[in-house]
């Protein structure tokens, strides 16, 4: 039987895929950035947790492999996404610039946590990551 003959649609289902393929990206930043910071820190590259960063080469670092990750996350999240790849890329985009705002205001806030452009960064830098990841998606798959 199909949807249209029982009356039900296929949203829900296509609702349901989009949402997981924004956390399936969401969660390859989070566990890749975690993770590569983690190693950082045990080699004794960053201070010890809970330590502010003020090394701005250091801060670069990170920022720098946060891009990367969030260009990875929101390839895939465009790569799993039902349809309009670059939509649930910028969608993904979307979620960094709010969380990354988040950070910042806490950033800016308190003095003690490190430099604040490094924060304001993340924020400015999530949207045009997320349009690469898209684009790259575009370029290998051939769909817009």
């Known amino acids: 039987m199909t949807t ?32 590569t ?10 201070p010890p947790w809970g330590q502010p960063m003020y090394e701005p080469g250091l801060n670069f670092l990170a920022l720098a492999y946060r891009c990367v990750y969030a260009v990875l996350g929101c390839y895939l999240a465009a790569r799993l996404a039902p349809y309009a790849p670059m939509l ?21 806030t308190r003095a003690d946590l490190g430099p604040t452009w490094y924060p304001i960064a993340l924020v400015l830098s999530s949207l045009p990551c997320a349009w690469l990841g898209g684009l790259i998606h575009r370029s290998r798959h051939g769909v817009s």
């Not at 349901?16 to 950035?33: D, K, Q």
């Not at 910071?37 to 960053?46: A, N």
């Open 4 to 35: 249209q003959a029982t009356g039900m649609s296929a949203q829900p289902r296509r609702l349901g895929r989009s949402i997981a393929a924004i956390l399936a990206g969401l969660v390859v930043i989070f566990v890749l950035s975690l993770g």
């Open 37 to 46: 910071d983690q190693i950082l820190h045990v080699l004794g590259v960053y």
């Open 88 to 108: 649930h890329a910028l969608a993904l985009g979307l979620v960094g610039v709010v969380l990354s705002s988040l950070g910042a205001y806490v950033a800016i």
